[in-house]
């Protein structure tokens, strides 16, 4: 491919050295926090952080105090060396890999924790799992200290956390979020894919078609929060393999439901498909027409 390896970084002072040259430099600094096992999903990452500055740093690190299923912790993908050739076809300069030992090299018995927007949806599926990521990422900020960071929209509850934390905690680095990439079939792409059976994968865009018939339902004028959620439900209740974990309309910043549909709504769900757990969301800004028009 002719791209260029970037630098692969395991410890947390070799990295500040590296970025303190960069910064020196009069690089604006991008960050891209990822677990790896790299799809198209974090390379639009990347290249939104190439287009707004010109030194890129990515990590790598599958946080295991973001996982409250052991199992889960334990297969995910992992496998550096390909990783680093995708970030160098993305342009990435350098990659922060660091162990477990290094991100936790004493007890972590401090932790940042976001209220409110944590509720619900996967926080209340996911015990602890926010705290986890709140954590990490604050964790990941005080080292990088990015000016820009790059979050997907396919986790939306995870931006707005991150969103808040940096608001509520004055932390200084921007936030832009990058949408949802998508395989053909409307499958979000996600690291987690990768453990579908044939048979699974072959049902799983079912998830992003049940959001999407929710998402018509609002789009046709319908305000009833109630009836835009059954409308996925119905959908989604064809595929009987699929297991429901949650399907809601939440408030698109606040990620709280709502029952009257009136401001930018998320439809959100997580699935299961055997023993591998997805989930997606849509946002949508509903047509509000004024009555008497
Ligand atoms: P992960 O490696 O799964 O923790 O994800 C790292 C970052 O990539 C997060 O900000 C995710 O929201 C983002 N991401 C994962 N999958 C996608 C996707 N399909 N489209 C856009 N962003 C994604």
């Known amino acids: 491919m002719g791209d260029s390896r970037p630098e692969l970084i395991r410890d947390i002072a070799g990295l500040r050295d590296r970025l303190a040259v960069a910064r020196k430099a009069g690089s604006p600094i991008g960050f891209v926090p990822t677990m790896g096992a790299l799809h198209a999903g974090h390379g639009a990452l990347m290249d939104a952080a190439k287009r707004d500055c010109n030194f890129i740093a990515a990590s790598i690190f599958v946080n295991p105090i973001q996982f409250n299923n052991k199992e889960d912790y334990e297969k995910y993908g992992r496998n550096l060396p390909a990783d680093l050739d995708f970030c160098a076809a993305h342009q990435v300069d350098v990659v922060f890999a660091p162990g477990p030992e290094e991100m936790y090299s004493t007890e972590q018995d401090a932790f940042v924790e976001v209220l409110n ?3 619900g949806l996967c926080g209340e599926f996911r015990p602890g799992h926010f705290r986890g990521v709140a954590t990490v990422v604050t964790k990941l900020f005080n080292i990088v200290q990015p000016d820009i960071s790059y979050f997907g929209e396919k986790d939306a509850q995870q931006l ?3 969103r808040r934390m940096v608001q509520a905690l004055n932390m200084n680095t921007q936030i832009t979020g990058v949408p949802t990439v998508r395989e053909p079939d409307g499958l979000a792409l996600s690291s987690r894919n990768q453990r579908l059976t044939p048979e699974e994968r072959a049902y799983a865009p079912i998830l992003f078609q049940a959001l999407d018939a929710a998402r018509l339902k609002a789009l046709g004028g319908c305000q009833s929060a109630t009836e835009v959620r059954a ?10 393999r699929i297991r429901l974990e949650y399907f809601e309309i939440v408030d698109a910043e ?8 009136s401001a930018r709504i998320c439809i959100a769900a997580a699935v299961w498909l055997g023993s591998v757990r997805l989930i997606d969301n849509i946002a949508v800004q509903p047509l509000i027409v004024s009555p008497g028009r």
Not at 231 to 240: Q, T, V
Not at 254 to 261: C, E, F, G, L, R
């Open 254 to 261: 606040d990620m709280q439901p709502v029952t009257h549909i």
């Open 231 to 240: 409308a996925g439900l119905d959908f989604l209740s064809k595929e009987p």
């Open 117 to 119: 927007v944590s509720n």
């Open 160 to 162: 707005a956390v991150i």
